[in-house]
């Protein structure tokens, strides 16, 4: 089979995109030192999304690994190469050698997924890094997805509990309602963030229980805490909380 060619870094690289060749040790050390030193300077969330999809790689190339090892078929170079040219990557329009060449660290790692994957005799997908979520979206699966995320049920006095995933890399929680019933009659949920000492900042006002999870962020020091408060909520709560809990454990 021939050798399929590892490029180098090109300057404009994505470091979400580098994320993947660097998960399956595809760079040199002096590369590799270079997406460290961006991956450090970048901002939290990107960070953050590097990190999860390293994770999600390692675990993928772990979990495959686990099944018993077989000899390549002898078809493998072609069907590797059919595979490969169903895979569609939105060139970057930095040049005009770009426009006319997908970036190859996007084969580099579809190539090894579909190694393991033919060889195993598995189904695959390869992903579009246009269908990647930006990095500046906070959302529940990108908390999920974090190394650190802590996922805790705590029971509301008036039925149901509460559902918590939080991330203190990201500073984020989400908040899922489960079987918690519908505010009386003129009244609405409230959900305050509480600051050690100071005072309750208002995070959102339900008049009726959502299905999915509420995002925020929130400080080391909040308290996350549940009020029923007059239909189109409160500036600050007026019962006591249904459920409180620091969100930092």
Known sequence: MSAIERPGIEPGSDLLELAYPYAIDAVTDGEREEIELRRAHADRLTAAEFDAIVAWVRETMADLS???????????????MRALDRVTVPPPAETARRRTQPHRWYWLTAAAVVIVAIGM????????????????????????????????????SSGGELEIHTSATLSAASVRFLAVPEPPAGHTYQMWLVPLGGTPRSTAVLDT??????????????????????????PQPTTTPIVSLNLVT
């Open 66 to 80: 686990i099944a018993d090892s077989c000899s390549p078929p002898a078809d493998l170079e072609d069907r590797l």
């Open 121 to 156: 005799g598995l189904g695959f997908t390869v992903f579009r890094s246009a269908e990647r979520p930006a990095a500046d979206v906070l959302s529940a699966a990108l908390i999920d997805r974090q190394p650190d995320m802590t996922a805790r049920v705590v029971p509301v």
């Open 209 to 234: 229980i959502v299905g999915d999870p509420l995002v925020m962020p929130f400080q080391s020091v909040d308290t996350l805490a549940v009020t029923v408060e007059p239909l189109g909520g409160s």
